[in-house]
């Protein structure tokens, strides 16, 4: 079965920098990978989608890669906002369904 | 419509009750999934439909879970004989080509409690 991980499980940082939100898989077979932000007491909103053939995906302030071989995405924020703040979540697609990471929750503070 | 839309919002349920938790996906999308989130987790999930074709329902964690998509639009998720430990958030995504290709639009979802 797949797994996947996320790294750190939570974040602070002041407005302004940049950072790095980290996904580990154990199975490369994948279809895609689609990293979500959830805000408290909400549903998910997909944020970027990578398929399996693709390195990355940009979308404003918000870069994601993908390096299918050793299983490993990073989603990249830059200039971070207090609106950032969320539990951002990464997922990869076997076909049929989505493995979901735990997630790493965000603050960015004022 | 302008999004998934799941109802109802909340639901208290006692042990024993059944419930039905619906999901309308947004209008035109092939693809609908059902996901189970526990509080500080990631969602896991339950089952898949492509139309009304129900492909996959491996997640599903018992025989007292049951989906049905009848009309390949409105899904509905059932739990006979609830137990405290299906009290979670459940949550309904949809997507408008097969999985591979395209995002997934998830619901608010349902929190469902049992006492």
């Known amino acids: 079965k797949q797994e996947v991980t996320q790294i750190p499980a939570a974040l602070s940082v002041p407005e302004g920098e940049n950072l790095v939100l980290n996904c580990s898989f154990t199975?490369?077979?994948?279809?895609?990978l689609q990293w979500f932000r959830q805000d408290p007491g909400k549903g998910l909103t997909s944020l970027l989608l990578i398929q399996s053939s693709q390195r990355e995906q940009t979308s404003g302030r918000l870069n994601a890669s993908l390096d299918k071989s050793s299983g490993r995405s990073t989603l990249y924020i830059a200039a971070s906002q207090p609106g950032d703040s969320a539990t951002y979540l990464c997922?990869?697609?076997?076909?049929?369904?989505?493995?979901f990471g735990t997630g790493t929750s965000l603050t960015v503070i004022p | 419509g302008a999004g998934v839309s799941q109802s109802p919002r909340y639901k208290v349920a006692k042990r024993g009750q059944d419930v039905a938790l619906r999901c309308d996906p947004i209008s035109g999308h092939v693809s609908l999934f059902w996901y189970q989130q526990a509080l500080g987790q990631g969602p896991e999930f339950l089952t898949y439909f492509q139309n009304e074709a129900q492909l996959d329902k491996s997640g599903l964690p018992s025989d007292r879970f049951f989906a049905e998509r009848p009309e390949g639009s409105v899904s509905t998720l059932k739990i006979q004989r609830t137990q405290q430990e299906d009290s979670a958030v459940y949550l309904c995504?949809?997507?408008?080509?097969?999985?591979?290709?395209?995002?997934?639009?998830f619901g608010n979802g349902t929190r469902l409690t049992v006492t």
């Open positions: 997922a990869v697609s076997d076909g049929n369904q989505f493995y």
């Open positions: 995504a949809s997507s408008g080509r097969q999985a591979q290709f395209s995002p997934l639009h």
């Open positions: 199975d490369s077979a994948i279809y895609n």
